[in-house]
């Protein structure tokens, strides 16, 4: 079974960093795609960034380039999102997702495997 725990959330003051981390077990995590997606209240949930299976290519949403860093740990099977210089405007519930199965990364239906998030809140 497929699972993935987000953790590392947290209130944090604008300006700030958190680290969320992604702990995966239940498949050949080297094999799959990991990705870090947000949700906050009233939006749609919107793709942050991916790291892509065994090169480890990164894509990021322009809205977090050069503030946040995915980073992927195989032989923890655990991926990191780095959050740097972190407004208001992040404040979101966050979840990690593995596999991408087709094209654009940052849609949500096109991942097939959610763990639960874990909720970042950014006050000003």
């Known amino acids: 079974e497929v699972q993935l725990q987000a953790y590392g959330g947290g209130l944090v003051q604008a300006g700030g960093s958190l680290r969320l981390s992604c702990a995966a077990s239940g498949f050949s995590f080297d094999d799959y795609s990991i990705g870090w997606f947000r949700q906050a209240p009233g939006k749609e949930r919107e793709g942050v960034a991916c790291i892509s299976s065994r090169i480890g290519s990164t894509y990021y949403a322009n809205s977090v380039k050069g503030r946040f860093t995915i980073s992927r740990d195989n032989a923890k099977t655990t991926v990191y999102l780095q959050m740097n210089s972190l407004t208001p405007e992040d404040t979101a519930v966050y979840y990690c997702?593995?596999?991408?199965?087709?094209?654009?990364?940052?849609?949500?239906?096109?991942?097939?495997?959610w763990g639960k998030g874990t909720l970042v809140t950014v006050s000003s």
């Open positions: 997702t593995a596999h991408w199965n087709r094209d654009p990364w940052w849609v949500a239906s096109n991942w097939d495997y």
